[in-house]
């Protein structure tokens, strides 16, 4: 129990978006359809964001803002924060992509390009394909230039054009240094370098400013028909922030950008301009690339500068989860370490001095406080603390009264004299926002403490890996709950069909591709379901039905990947767009992407992965043979309350499988079993009687 308990810290700092990897390759592409084939100018400012947007400093930017969609842009590529260099790469390859950096981890200069007749060629360029394969994204270099031809010659200005228009072998057709040089007119396509800016706010980087924003008036003058997108491709520090993409055309005349592969209206990511271009060129993105192509959509408001909040609003939330974060994952491990060994103390000592019964109560309250934190980070944003003075500090009060408020609720709510009452409250909240939430579209989950973050952009819809460990451990929990109420009226086969009922929604929440979209937790969630209804159903597990239960999972989730693969390929989410991954050979590369993600985590943090297999194994041997552990307590337990073998069991089988399927080593199964930890600790105390039979207990094949 101390091994576990001290895991949870190591795990919780795993856990972090900032250092999770990202779960699986960067959501979202499709084929975009060839509704276009006019003008296509991209301008690109590296650093660029709205923060720098106003009427006195960026006049041209302000005046394009009212006939523009607009957008918040994610920039991540292949390290947490995004290089000028690795920004223009990727706009060339549509997947993410990067240049080596110098040993001090800063960004390196771009390659100047040598010139070549009228065109140009990158320097180095031969050796970013197998620089790039060992990040696992499997760039195609010179992607955008290739699809791009169909519909002409293209045209790059500076050295990030450049780099976004080379071809294979690193040559660009049409190159000119600066844009007094270019000619916009001379090609369908033409990419600008406008330069970056820099990192601090100050006087440098408002003159940048207005340098960039006097550039972006010049591109309007000499391109006034053309399509033209304004976007900010990069970081400007070491420090990751959101930035600014504006689309200006025929299909964006106001409103908000979104894509398919963030499905947040105002929000999207860089992967996203690479299909977007080449749909406005009116020619098709290969597969390769991974993004979606960019939307406008209605609902932005009619005054400029709430607009314009909004589109900030998104970076001011992200940077404080990100600054957060850390604290947040402390504090829930060492306090569930506090509280659940005071717990366990307090009820040892019960039982030799009557005083120390309010001492338990105020425990398990404690243990129930913190065990509510993680469906409170969720909660927090029901309030718009991003908009206060203090975000953080407001984050943190959302934060805490949520816990306080559920807490106390489960410790003094009519099922408080059940056993299971209530840890079984508590799950079933948890479970419950977390379901609405990714029916609803996510918006509890983005910038959230245990959460999907922008910054990080492994996932921007459905359950990411943290989230889901959480939800499936507290539907499984809760899914105990009701069973153990129905067994106690005598109702055993209607407590399994109900436990199977609740995991047919589990899974259509998770697995359902407009909900969770999560292939993985699919084949977690049903063996895990299975398990708990045929322990709560007295069935024994055999062999035959294992496999008869593997063979369910893979058929649901084939059959859901196939239905979204069956749409429309902008419709789709990664679950149909990994079918045609596969159906193009791309399904090695996606498979050794997981298993390298897998095995990153555990070299990285070794240690950490050793103790959470250690405690795999021990809640193996607690759940199995629990005899061979010496704990009374926990064989007393079983016996009074059977159900709750059944549901550590099924906790457990899901977490081991959670981590064979997915790409996220040992968060998930670290993350269930520290979610499940805390309510098993508080359920412990009040289903170990002495007067209970140990039988049943004892037997290490079956679970009922």
């Known amino acids: 129990m101390a091994l576990g308990l001290g895991t949870l810290i190591g795990v919780f700092a795993v856990a972090s978006p900032a250092n999770a990897a990202p779960s699986g390759p960067p959501p979202g592409f499709e084929h975009a359809a060839a509704t276009a084939g006019g003008q296509v100018v991209v301008a690109g400012v590296g650093g660029l964001s709205w923060a720098d947007l106003s009427a006195s400093a960026t006049p041209n930017l302000w005046r394009l803002f009212d006939h523009a969609s607009a957008a918040a842009l994610s920039v991540r590529t292949v390290q947490l924060s995004t290089c000028p260099a690795d920004g223009w790469l990727t706009v060339n390859t549509g997947v993410r992509a990067t240049l080596p950096r110098p040993g001090s981890g800063g960004c390196a200069p771009i390659p100047k390009p040598q010139r070549a007749g009228g065109g140009a060629d990158v320097p180095g360029w031969n050796g970013l394909g197998a620089y790039n394969a060992q990040f696992s994204y499997d760039p195609q270099l010179g992607l955008l230039a290739g699809a791009a031809a169909q519909r002409g010659c293209t045209s790059a200005v500076g050295p990030g054009g450049a780099i976004a228009l080379a071809d294979q072998g690193g040559h660009v057709q049409r190159y000119a240094a600066t844009l007094a040089g270019a000619d916009l007119a001379a090609?369908?396509?033409?990419?600008?370098?406008?330069?970056?800016?820099?990192?601090?706010?100050?006087?440098?980087?408002?003159?940048?400013?207005?340098?960039?924003?006097?550039?972006?008036?010049?591109?309007?003058?000499?391109?006034?028909?053309?399509?033209?997108?304004?976007?900010?491709?990069?970081?400007?520090?070491?420090?990751?922030?959101?930035?600014?993409?504006?689309?200006?055309?025929?299909?964006?005349?106001?409103?908000?950008?979104?894509?398919?592969?963030?499905?947040?209206?105002?929000?999207?990511?860089?992967?996203?301009?690479?299909?977007?271009?080449?749909?406005?060129?009116?020619?098709?993105?290969?597969?390769r690339a991974v993004g979606s192509v960019l939307r406008?959509?209605?609902?932005?408001?009619?005054?400029?500068?709430?607009?314009?909040?909004?589109?900030?609003?998104?970076?001011?939330?992200?940077?404080?989860?990100?600054?957060?974060?850390?604290?947040?994952?402390?504090?829930?491990?060492?306090?569930?370490?506090?509280?659940?060994?005071?717990?366990?103390?307090?009820?040892?000592?019960?039982?030799?001095?009557?005083?120390?019964?309010?001492?338990?109560?105020?425990?398990?309250?404690?243990?129930?406080?913190?065990?509510?934190?993680?469906?409170?980070?969720?909660?927090?944003?029901?309030?718009?603390?991003?908009?206060?003075?203090?975000?953080?500090?407001?984050?943190?009060?959302?934060?805490?009264?949520?816990?306080?408020?559920?807490?106390?609720?489960?410790?003094?709510?009519?099922?408080?004299?059940?056993?299971?009452?209530?840890?079984?409250f508590l799950a079933a909240i948890t479970a419950s926002v977390l379901a609405v939430d990714v029916v609803t579209g996510s918006r509890l989950q983005l910038s959230s403490l245990w959460g999907l973050s922008p910054l990080d952009a492994g996932r921007f819809y459905g359950l990411g890996n943290v989230a889901f460990a959480a939800f499936a451990v507290t539907a499984l929990v809760a899914a105990a709950w009701a069973a153990t109420t129905l067994i106690r009226q005598g109702r055993r086969r209607a407590a399994a069909v109900t436990v199977a009922m609740i995991g047919v929604v589990a899974v259509a929440v998770d697995g359902w591709p407009s909900f969770g979209a999560d292939f993985g937790g699919v084949l977690a969630l049903i063996p895990g379901f299975a398990l708990l209804t045929a322990g709560v159903g007295g069935l024994r597990v055999t062999l035959r039905r294992a496999v008869l239960v593997a063979v369910a999972a893979l058929a649901a989730g084939g059959t859901i990947a196939g239905l979204d693969w069956a749409r429309p390929p902008a419709s789709r989410s990664h679950l149909g767009r990994f079918v045609q991954q596969a159906l193009d050979g791309g399904i090695g590369t996606i498979l050794r992407r997981k298993l390298d993600a897998n095995l990153q985590v555990f070299a990285q943090r070794p240690a950490l992965g050793l103790l959470v297999l250690g405690l795999l194994i021990a809640t193996t041997?607690?759940?199995?043979?629990?005899?061979?552990?010496?704990?009374?307590?926990?064989?007393?337990?079983?016996?009074?309350?059977?159900?709750?073998?059944?549901?550590?069991?099924a906790c457990l089988l899901t977490a081991v499988v959670g981590l064979v399927v997915n790409d996220s080593g040992i968060i998930i199964p670290g993350i269930a079993l520290a979610v499940a930890l805390p309510l098993v600790v508080s359920v412990w105390p009040t289903a170990a009687r002495p007067a209970s039979p140990v039988a049943d207990a004892r037997q290490p094949v079956r679970i009922a």
């Open 621 to 649: 041997v607690a759940v199995a043979w629990p005899q061979r552990l010496g704990v009374t307590g926990l064989i007393t337990a079983y016996a009074a309350e059977p159900v709750l073998r059944s549901c550590l069991a």
């Open 187 to 287: 090609c369908p396509l033409t990419v600008i370098d406008l330069g970056s800016l820099p990192p601090q706010f100050g006087a440098d980087r408002s003159n940048a400013v207005r340098q960039a924003d006097a550039a972006i008036g010049r591109v309007e003058t000499a391109a006034p028909q053309a399509q033209l997108l304004v976007a900010g491709l990069s970081d400007s520090s070491a420090v990751p922030q959101l930035r600014m993409v504006l689309a200006r055309g025929d299909s964006y005349r106001g409103g908000w950008l979104t894509a398919s592969s963030t499905r947040h209206d105002g929000l999207v990511q860089l992967t996203d301009l690479t299909p977007t271009i080449l749909a406005a060129l009116g020619s098709n993105a290969p597969p």
């Open 296 to 424: 406008s959509v209605p609902g932005r408001p009619a005054d400029k500068a709430e607009a314009v909040r909004r589109l900030r609003d998104y970076d001011i939330a992200a940077q404080t989860i990100d600054a957060n974060v850390t604290q947040f994952y402390w504090l829930l491990a060492l306090g569930e370490v506090i509280a659940c060994g005071l717990l366990i103390l307090a009820r040892r000592s019960t039982q030799r001095h009557r005083r120390w019964i309010r001492v338990t109560s105020a425990a398990k309250w404690l243990v129930l406080f913190f065990a509510a934190l993680p469906v409170s980070s969720f909660l927090a944003n029901v309030v718009p603390w991003w908009r206060s003075q203090h975000p953080g500090g407001v984050l943190w009060a959302a934060l805490l009264g949520w816990a306080v408020l559920i807490g106390g609720l489960a410790v003094t709510g009519p099922w408080r004299r059940q056993t299971f009452g209530p840890v079984g």
